[in-house]
């Protein structure tokens, strides 16, 4: 988290948009709450405020072997040790979020940047996880993509990037009869 903000800060020189999936959802969660001024508009895609919960005997991640058999290719590509190594890989990244520190859903409301949730309908952080982020974020906006997993921005790619797009380049739009938002009034329309 403080090497993103040092290179918000010396690198971009400022506030920039900023993304990011899974671990780096958490990474990009951590700066906008305690940067908040490196931090324009958030995307969270695929986060959680609590490391993975089991899901069932063995791995506390829902699909190892899958995401084994997934990216373990093209981590084989650039990688010196091939792919072969990669299930010591992500044996080690399973064990560093199983151990990651838990935010409190209070903890949330520190986030000041219009923020954008995207998830899986399928996807390993739980929906319960994900509403947790939308109900504390306070100018938070939730988009589920359906049929897609953790890995919705390379299952569909083209919806993912439309809807990002969109909400990094168009202005908030006021809903017609908001519900999480109705005290809100009409600071939307603004």
């Known amino acids: 988290m403080q090497d993103t903000a040092a290179f918000l800060a010396s690198v971009v020189g400022g506030p920039a948009h900023l993304a990011g999936h ?11 709450l305690r940067h908040p001024d490196l931090v324009r508009r958030l995307i969270l895609i695929s986060a959680s405020i609590r490391p993975p919960r089991p899901r069932g005997p063995g791995s506390p991640w829902p699909g190892l072997a899958d995401l084994i058999r997934f990216l373990g290719p093209g981590y084989g590509e650039v990688s010196p040790d091939g ?13 560093m979020l199983t151990g990651a520190l838990a935010l409190a859903p209070a903890d949330l409301g520190g986030v000041r940047s219009r923020t954008l949730l995207m998830a899986g ?7 319960d996880d994900t509403v947790t982020l939308y109900n504390g974020i306070p100018d938070a906006e939730l988009a589920i993509v359906p049929g897609t997993s953790h890995f919705l921005l390379r299952e569909k790619p083209d919806l993912c990037n439309a809807i990002m797009l969109d909400f990094l380049t168009g202005a908030p739009v006021p809903a017609v009869s908001p519900v999480r938002r109705a005290g809100e009034g009409s600071s939307r329309l603004r």
């Open 22 to 32: 899974s671990m780096g959802g958490g990474t990009a969660l951590q700066v906008a």
């Open 83 to 95: 792919e072969a190594h990669f299930p010591v890989v992500a044996g080690k990244i399973v064990t």
């Open 121 to 127: 309908d399928e996807d390993a952080v739980s929906l």
